[in-house]
């Protein structure tokens, strides 16, 4: 199942349960180097799980709905994408 809203749903994946299996899978890459794909299989597995039930979870979902549907909101009446709006304007001196 393909996640409707990829980057909403990336962000809050990282605060959530499966960051440990990304800090491992991550760990075991670093330190396998070119060997990794074949190293870190059981790692990558544990991660593409964990992934894979917050994806197919409908509160889940629903949560990252919500939030899409509020920045959309906020594009349209500012026009300002979140990326520009989050980002803090230079001072002159």
Known sequence: MKPPYPSSQKS???LLKSNL???NFTKCCKDSG??????CRKENSALKECLTAYYTDPAFY????MEY???REEFRRTGIPAKKRLQKL???M
């Open 69 to 71: 549907l509020k920045e």
């Open 21 to 23: 299996f990304l800090q």
């Open 12 to 14: 809050s994946l990282r």
């Open 34 to 39: 070119v060997l990794m794909v074949i190293k």
């Open 90 to 92: 230079p001072t002159s």
């Open 62 to 65: 629903e949560e990252c709905k």
